[in-house]
């Protein structure tokens, strides 16, 4: 399938506000996360299908989400915690296994809904940071060992960026005059 020149700005602009703000805007990353695996894996699910096919299914497997994300959290979050368990742990299974360790993406799908319904704030973070740099280092193209250490330094500053917003700010401390 050929794709179009609007594919890797839309999987930077996608990667880049899941990065950052998966946690705050749960919604956004259920729906963008099922957007970027959909979009991904329905070509291979349905092979020979035009991009517009592909582009469609892929919208609705996003609504869907968001849908899912606002209406029934619980469900959602173990949903988006396989999708982002198993599509943020691709990169991790080709630097360690190489390509012949394909049960490791549904070891990840399987932890990554457990600890979302376990863990949400911390899961949902370190996943939204996964994918979303998978999402921007796939939009460059990038593959091996700079792909890998690109997919880790972004996911690293989307970890930093989000738990930054996690930690309520410091209370203002009030000064007091000392002559009353």
């Known amino acids: 399938m050929q794709s179009s020149p609007l594919v890797p700005i ?20 259920v729906a963008v996360g ?6 991904e ?29 606002i209406g029934l959290q619980y469900v959602a979050a173990a949903i988006v915690g396989f999708i982002g368990g198993s599509y943020g742990s691709v990169p991790l299974v080709l630097l360690l296994f190489g390509h012949g360790a394909s049960w490791i993406p ?24 996964l994918t979303g740099a998978r999402a921007v280092m796939l939009a460059f193209g990038l593959q091996g060992g700079s792909g890998i250490l690109v997919w880790l330094g972004l996911a690293v500053v989307g970890i930093a960026v989000q738990a930054s917003m996690l930690a309520p700010a410091a209370p203002l401390r009030r000064r007091r005059d000392s002559a009353s």
């Open 10 to 29: 839309l999987h930077v602009l996608a990667g880049i506000a899941i990065l950052l703000l998966g946690r705050r805007l749960f919604w956004l990353f």
């Open 41 to 69: 894996y329905v070509p291979l699910l349905l092979p020979g299908q035009p991009e517009w096919v592909v582009l469609l299914v892929s919208i609705v497997a996003g609504a869907v989400g968001a849908v899912l994300a």
């Open 106 to 129: 549904l070891l990840g799908g399987i932890v990554g809904a457990v600890l979302m319904l376990l863990l949400f704030d911390w899961t949902l973070i370190v996943l939204s940071a």
């Open 34 to 39: 099922g957007f970027l695996a959909s979009f």
